[in-house]
Structure formats: structure tokens, C-alpha cells
């Protein structure tokens, strides 16, 4: 599943969520090396300039659009401008997801904290995938970045759990509903992976290399995953290698999910 060499995304109109860092940098990066005329956004315009540091040749490559996805109108203006310039979308990941708000015994979660995490890792999907649908009258492939924790329970991260769980609902409905109109939808379930995120996460442990023994000694492959292997899954289920493959979840979690 070498998406680098395998797959060819040569004139295709691309957007991908949270693509400044991360999961979905990686992923920009592959479909950008494949052809693809690439559109990301994020919350952060510092982000995606940190990336054009580190990946220059992005600069003239890739539309970046400083947007945040839990804000309706900035999430119509998004897609208007996606229209306007493009016409259309024929492959959309859904990939954006902030710090979890919400970690902690449930019941001592402020509302707002849980109503927060589930506005940006469900909510916010949806409000995305309607508009993409309507952007790919002729069909497409759309991919939601989910979660293991969308799999399986998540004591002390119930609320992001149940959006994850939610995501994949949407994920396999959505596929059994638009798949007569040719458009393909799966999701991929991501397990610990350095990303930015997780690797702040770590830092912030008493004991930093504690902690990342600890995760890793709860995979089987004993190590996280790579933002780039989880790309290597999108951009895969993007490609018409995967045509046969509808309201799928391709887990990515170094075995996790089997131990």
C-alpha cells in the first residue's frame, strides 16, 4: 500500500482538513508529489507557515486557507471559494481535530468542555461533508480521519470517544447513500502516532520517556505509528486501487486493536 509510487492523483482536486501538520500534512505532501492540485485549511496561519519552513517546495503547490471548521459561516466561505476557484472537489479527508477539550472523569467535565469536543470532531465533519457531497456532483472519494478510540471504549476521553464513534456512523451510512451517485466513502482509524500533538503530550509527562515506553509497550509492533503510514492508508482508500471498497474502516494502529 505505497500510495508514493502506486497511486496517481494527476489533475485532481483535493482538500484536506488540518492539513498544516501532522496526519494531514503528510497527506498533503503525498498527493502533492502524485499531481494533485491540493487545498488545505487550519486554525492557525503560523502552522502552515512552520510547514512551508520545513516544506518549501508546498509554497506554489498547495492553497492554504486559515479557517475554523466550528464556525458555520467560515465553513460556507470555505467551500465558496473551493467553487469558485475550482469548480469542484474530487477527493475531500476530513482530517481536522484540535486538542480534546474534554480529558477526565466525565461527570466532572464542564458541559461546554464536552459540547466543544463534540462540535469539532463530529459537528463540524458534517457540516464539511455536506458540502463536499455538493462538490462532487460527478463523483469522488471522501475520506474521514477517525480514531481507534471510535472503535472501542476511552474512559477519561468519553466525549471525544462518543464523536469518533460518531464519525464512523456517518462514515458507513453516507457510504450506502451516495455510493449510486459514485461517490466512494470510507474512513481510517488511526492508533498512537507521532504526531505534534502526541509528541507535546508526551513532553509534558513527569517523565517523558516513561510515558512513551508505556505506549508502547501497549502496541504490538512496540512503537508509534508514523504520520506518513497513516497517509500512505488515505491515500490508498483515494485511489482507484481501492474501488471496490465502500463504508470501510482501515485501522492503522500497529496491531492495538487485536491485543
Known amino acids: 500500500m505505497n500510495s508514493t509510487t502506486d497511486t496517481h492523483f494527476q489533475d485532481k482536486v483535493a482538500l484536506i ?6 496526519i494531514g500534512l503528510a ?19 503560523k502552522n502552515w507557515d512552520n510547514a512551508l519552513e520545513a516544506n518549501p517546495e508546498l509554497k506554489d503547490s498547495v492553497e492554504f486557507i486559515a479557517t475554523d471548521l466550528n464556525n458555520e459561516h467560515a465553513t ?13 472537489l474530487d477527493i475531500a479527508i476530513n482530517n481536522a481535530s484540535p486538542t480534546v477539550a474534554s480529558h477526565g472523569l466525565f461527570a466532572n467535565v464542564p458541559t461546554a468542555k464536552l459540547k ?41 476521553a468519553a466525549a ?24 466512494r466513502i470510507n474512513s481510517v482509524a488511526p492508533g498512537a502516532t507521532l504526531t505534534p500533538r502526541v509528541q507535546q503530550q508526551i513532553d509534558g ?13 501497549r502496541i504490538p509492533l512496540k512503537r508509534l505509528g508514523r ?15 481501492s474501488s471496490y471498497v465502500v463504508g470501510h474502516t482501515l485501522v492503522v494502529d500497529g496491531g492495538r486493536c487485536q491485543a
Open 27 to 45: 497527506t498533503v505532501n503525498q498527493l502533492v508529489r502524485q499531481g494533485a492540485q491540493v487545498i488545505c485549511c487550519g486554525r492557525s496561519q
Open 227 to 241: 504520520s506518513n503510514e497513516v497517509a500512505n492508508a488515505i491515500c490508498w482508500l483515494c485511489s482507484d486501487q
Open 205 to 217: 509527562a513527569p517523565n517523558p520517556e516513561k510515558r512513551l515506553k508505556e505506549i508502547e509497550s
Open 17 to 22: 482538513t488540518g492539513g498544516s501538520q501532522g
Open 116 to 156: 466543544e469536543t463534540l462540535d469539532a470532531d463530529l459537528w463540524s465533519q458534517m457540516f464539511c461533508l455536506q458540502r463536499e457531497i455538493a462538490l462532487m456532483p460527478g463523483g469522488g472519494k471522501i475520506v474521514n480521519v477517525s480514531s481507534v478510540n471510535g472503535l472501542s471504549a476511552t474512559p477519561g
Open 160 to 183: 471525544f470517544s462518543a464523536a469518533k464513534f460518531g464519525l464512523e456512523g456517518i462514515t458507513k451510512s453516507l457510504a450506502l447513500e451516495y455510493i449510486q451517485q459514485g461517490i
Open 76 to 88: 460556507d466561505i470555505l467551500f465558496k471559494r473551493i467553487e469558485q476557484s475550482y469548480g469542484r
